[in-house]
């Protein structure tokens, strides 16, 4: 794993710009929000398709070994059975019996408090990349308030499912800080239920998908027999999922309703050939990052130790990402075996078999899984694209994003507006721009001030339409982050425009 980066901003900064610049808002927040969802804004909504097109784009269309899918969010819910979510798709959960606060128990951390080798009580934190200092300064609090003397030993954090029966009486809870108050760690399953028709008793329980990959699974022989596929090749999807999660938080990044783009690539089944695929998969996936404009020094690889694999994963490394609270998954990429063929297979009784013509032979292939969510990579991108600087002795915030994922392509400014002539012309040149992109046209205020305007959400090119532009043609483009100007025709400007756009 890479170091800690020193993030360029803080998480509060982040959500109050995605606010007040309109890409994201509360979910319902007249009512007072509900946890763990979200809305997306104008902006929001505009970026989300440019990533879900960058994705598509990329590892469907400028493929041939991919085809896509685009399944039922509710399915039959023998599906879950067969999955083994609703067996195993739970977190471990704990209550705080006091202030009804609920933790996930692998994110709940304590520890002993030792002074000069005499235990004399326990601290408890939430994970935080702080949380050592915070258990410290707990400690030394407890340490003075109970007048002990002598040596505080170094804290040493453990997970709370770690902790012993004898141990959750004396824990405290984070909320109240007082001991005995938190419950044994049990598990919760995280898929939202429903009723499926005008019954509501146990015939009718369905579920909201936790994942979009079991929609690719059952209809594995669908795609077969109908695609003209053949092994190696992969199914991917785009759509919602939903995690009824206990501890939603970071914004986007933990949500209960998110998007996922999802492949799932079928290979065959020989021992020896999954770690390349899934090598390569990797490999991939870190590329089209970068490409998007994630650069590599924000991101890493945590490759799963075999205890914390899924149940359903052979090995699995995530795509990490330096967000401002710390190291965490954008990507997981798992390679699942023949783990879900096989248990459709045998809950359906219908064969999940492939023929292989060029190898004469029936198997059921394996699968290398690269799972990646649309509003993990949208916070990833406003991470890695939040600057500040300075101009001509301004601050200035500017989003530097990749031309292919900014909401606005291009903003035409006339020079002025009270020149009907330059207004007609800018006017005409924006409608021309806008049948290729989404483009904005603005003509109020100082031209600086509006070039600082489409900085701050992004736009990578602003484009002027001057005195000269009348006589001659020519328009200036500026570029968003070096702020320096080109003079062209305007019958070059949509070439111009998008060979950096559209790569
Ligand atoms: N089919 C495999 C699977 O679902 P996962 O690691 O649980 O694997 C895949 O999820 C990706 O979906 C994650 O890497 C992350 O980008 C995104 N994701 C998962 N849970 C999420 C949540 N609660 N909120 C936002 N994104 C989430």
């Known amino acids: 794993m890479s170091e800690q980066i020193e993030p360029k901003v803080n998480m509060d900064t982040l959500v109050s710009l995605c606010k007040r610049r309109g890409f994201i808002y509360q979910s319902s927040e007249i009512y007072g929000g509900l946890n763990g969802f979200f809305d997306y804004a104008p902006?929001?909504?505009?970026?989300?398709?440019?990533?879900?097109?960058?994705?598509?784009r990329d590892m469907v269309h400028r493929r041939e070994d991919i085809v896509g899918i685009d399944a039922s969010i509710i399915m039959n819910p023998n599906v879950w059975k067969a999955s083994g979510h609703i067996e195993n798709f739970t977190d471990p959960m704990v209550d705080c019996k006091e202030s009804k606060m609920r933790y996930r128990a692998d994110q709940l951390y304590y520890a002993p408090v030792i002074v000069d080798g005499e235990s004399i009580g326990y601290v408890s934190v939430i994970e935080s990349p702080d949380m050592v200092e915070k258990a410290t300064e707990q400690a030394e609090g407890l340490k003075r308030k109970l007048a002990k003397q002598g040596?505080?030993?170094?804290?040493?954090?453990?997970?709370?499912?770690?902790?012993?029966?004898?141990?959750f009486e004396q824990i405290p809870s984070p909320a109240t800080g007082k001991p005995g108050s938190l419950t044994a760690p049990r598990n919760f399953n995280l898929m939202f239920q429903t009723y499926v028709g005008a019954l509501r008793d146990e015939s009718s329980v369905a579920y909201l998908r936790p994942e979009t990959a079991q929609g690719i699974f059952t209809n594995f022989k669908n795609v077969v027999d109908t695609?003209?596929?053949?092994?190696?090749?992969?199914?991917?999807?785009?759509g919602k999922a939903f995690r009824n999660e206990i501890t939603p938080r970071n914004f986007i990044f933990r949500s209960r309703e998110f998007e996922a783009m999802e492949i799932e690539y079928f290979i065959p089944p020989d021992d020896d050939i999954w770690q390349k695929y899934h090598r390569e998969w990797i490999d991939t996936r870190l590329d089209w990052f970068e490409s998007i404009?994630?650069?590599?020094?924000?991101?890493?690889?945590?490759?799963?130790?075999?205890?914390?694999?899924?149940?359903y994963s052979r090995a699995t490394t995530?795509?990490?990402?330096?967000?401002?609270?710390?190291?965490?998954?954008?990507?997981?990429?798992?390679a699942r075996g023949d783990y879900d063929l096989r248990q459709h297979q045998e809950h359906s009784g219908k064969s999940m078999e492939?023929?292989?013509?060029?190898?004469?032979?029936?198997?059921?292939?394996?699968?290398?899984?690269?799972?990646?969510?649309?509003?993990r990579t949208f916070l990833a991108l406003l991470c890695a694209a939040y600057?500040?600087?300075?101009i001509d002795g301004d601050k200035r915030v500017a989003l530097r994003f990749h031309p292919r994922i900014a909401p606005i392509k291009a903003a035409v400014f006339p020079l002025v507006k009270n020149k009907p002539d330059l207004v007609k012309k800018a006017r005409e040149i924006f409608k021309r721009l806008q049948h290729r992109w989404n483009v904005f046209y603005d003509e109020s205020g100082a031209i600086g001030r509006r070039y600082r305007r489409m900085d701050e959400i992004g736009t990578p090119f602003g484009i002027t339409i001057d005195f000269d532009t009348l006589d001659d043609g020519t328009i200036t483009i500026r570029d968003r982050d070096t702020t320096k100007q080109v003079r062209l025709h305007e019958n070059e400007l949509i070439d111009h425009l998008s060979e950096k756009i559209d790569s």
């Open 43 to 56: 902006l929001g909504v505009e970026m989300r398709r440019n990533i879900k097109e960058a994705w598509w």
């Open 227 to 238: 695609g003209r596929v053949k092994v190696p090749f992969g199914i991917a999807q785009i």
């Open 318 to 334: 995530d795509i990490t990402f330096h967000y401002p609270f710390g190291l965490h998954e954008l990507e997981g990429i798992a």
């Open 151 to 167: 040596v505080l030993n170094k804290i040493e954090l453990k997970e709370y499912i770690e902790a012993g029966k004898d141990e």
């Open 354 to 375: 492939y023929f292989d013509e060029s190898r004469k032979e029936r198997y059921i292939p394996h699968v290398i899984e690269p799972a990646l969510g649309v509003d």
């Open 293 to 311: 404009g994630i650069s590599r020094d924000l991101l890493g690889e945590d490759v799963h130790p075999k205890e914390k694999l899924s149940h």
């Open 387 to 390: 600057d500040e600087d300075e």
